[in-house]
């Protein structure tokens, strides 16, 4: 199995712009309302896996051979640079793969908005074996800005994928540059071009109907509903599950657009719940039975395309 998107974050790639984002959010989680500077000391400390081992566990318990880690940065978005820089944070995710001896690949993250965004691309490309570039929209810029526009066309150059987050603002605070709809213009102005759209719309009660109506329209779009492992789907003490629900939605992206262009995606970084993740890759590892309790049928072949065999071909996972 082939996980599409995990994080492996570290202390020094997350400017104290980022983690005040998180502290203001927990401060206003419940009543009474706290103070954002008491709790941001305690922000991010449990996220922290520099050298992949928490992540590495994961896998080894879920069944998954390899997880493609999808660099994040920060720094332009919160107007401050982490302690490290661009070039230091992909170097590390680098440094992870050939730890991992290939099971941790990296995608590059660079933001657009850096004068040196095209050096760390194609640097991280040509040199460190990224396996493509994440476009990440909620830091605060659309995915049709001209400032992406060289790093696409690169990308088609060198033959990689790119994804585009979608979905609303998360770690980086900007829900509206999020809409899957901004994924059309970019699809139609490079035809040849791979897209993942990430997230997928953002979950069962994201935009997924907006991200499956772009793929239908864009044959070079492909969806990955990562992350919507959340606390719905299995259920908790507050309500029941909603697995009839997600099977209902994954049939109709298979139905719409084929499974040879959904891929599955935890989303796992260290902090997560570590025990949903798990239970989200076997409910794909055992998707026939799974859905066949709710009269839904999926193929064998279809479960392999989803589950790996699509991300082992536009990754270019076999090279």
Known sequence: ?????????????????????????????????????????????????????????????????????????????????????????????????????????????????????????????????????????????????????????????????????????????????????????VARLFRDLEIIDEHAGGGLDGLWRESLLVAKANPNVNLMPSLWQGTDLFGNERGPNRIQEFIKILHTFRESIGAHRILWGSDYMKGFDKQKSIDWAHFFQNLIQNAGEYEYIFSQDEIELMNQENAKRIYHLDN
């Open 1 to 185: 199995m082939i996980d599409a998107q995990v994080h492996v974050f570290v202390k020094e790639n997350l400017p104290d712009g980022n983690r005040m984002e998180f502290a203001r959010r927990a401060a206003r989680s419940r009543l009474p309302y706290r103070d954002p500077l008491e709790i941001l000391p305690r922000v991010g400390r449990g996220t922290w896996d520099p050298g992949a081992e928490n992540l590495i566990s994961f896998m080894d318990e879920a069944g998954i051979d390899i997880a493609v880690n999808a660099v994040s940065e920060f720094g332009p978005c919160f107007g401050e640079e982490a302690e490290w820089n661009g070039w230091e944070i992909h170097e590390h995710a680098y440094k992870i793969s050939v730890d991992t001896k290939g099971r941790v690949p990296f995608m590059c993250g660079v933001d657009p908005r850096r004068h040196d965004a095209m050096q760390i691309l194609e640097k991280s490309i040509k040199d460190w074996g990224a396996v493509g570039w994440q476009c990440f929209p909620a830091n605060g810029y659309l995915p049709t800005d001209s400032i992406c526009m060289p790093l696409y066309a690169k990308c088609l150059e060198l033959n990689v994928p790119v994804i585009i987050r979608t979905g609303y603002g998360d770690i980086g605070p900007y829900t509206p540059e999020s809409r899957p709809y901004h994924i059309e213009e």
